[in-house]
């Protein structure tokens, strides 16, 4: 099962794959991680495009394996989001603006979430997974 955390810069995404992980017990890819290994900060159009092939890749393996696997990035098109193809999507709304406008300018509200996050606090991770999990 592949689930997509996505929003902003500062939304959360990280925040809040870090406390999912242990209880879903899946691989977890983060967006700057992934971004380091590959050596590759192209934020451009065809950039985010080859990171959103990049986490795909990265997921589809985990997931072939059968493992849950959880990539946080920003995901900022419908384009970038259909190249990754989750099971799963949460959106991390809690922020109207990012701290990248460049980002701000190209992020496109994502239509079929399967869960939006609209405020930070400490239980977001266990509804989550309690909800995920009642499926698997």
């Known amino acids: 099962m592949k689930i997509l955390i996505m929003g902003l810069p500062g939304s959360g995404k990280t925040y809040l794959a870090k406390r ?3 209880l879903l017990k899946a691989a977890w890819y983060n967006a700057d991680i992934v971004r380091e290994m590959a050596n590759d900060w192209d934020f451009s159009p065809e950039g985010r495009i080859r ?11 985990e997931k072939s394996h059968g493992r849950i696997v959880i990539c946080d990035f920003v995901c900022p098109t419908r384009e970038t989001k259909k190249n990754f193809d989750p099971d ?4 991390m709304n809690t922020i109207k603006a990012g701290r990248f406008e460049d980002t701000n300018k190209m992020f496109e509200e ?8 609209t405020e930070m606090n400490d239980k977001n991770h266990e ?6 999990l009642k499926n698997v």
């Open 20 to 22: 999912l992980q242990p």
């Open 51 to 61: 990171q959103s092939l990049r986490m795909k890749n990265l997921a589809d393996y």
């Open 88 to 91: 799963i999507t949460v959106w």
């Open 110 to 117: 994502p239509k079929d979430v399967n869960f939006r996050i």
């Open 127 to 132: 509804f989550i997974a309690k909800e995920i």
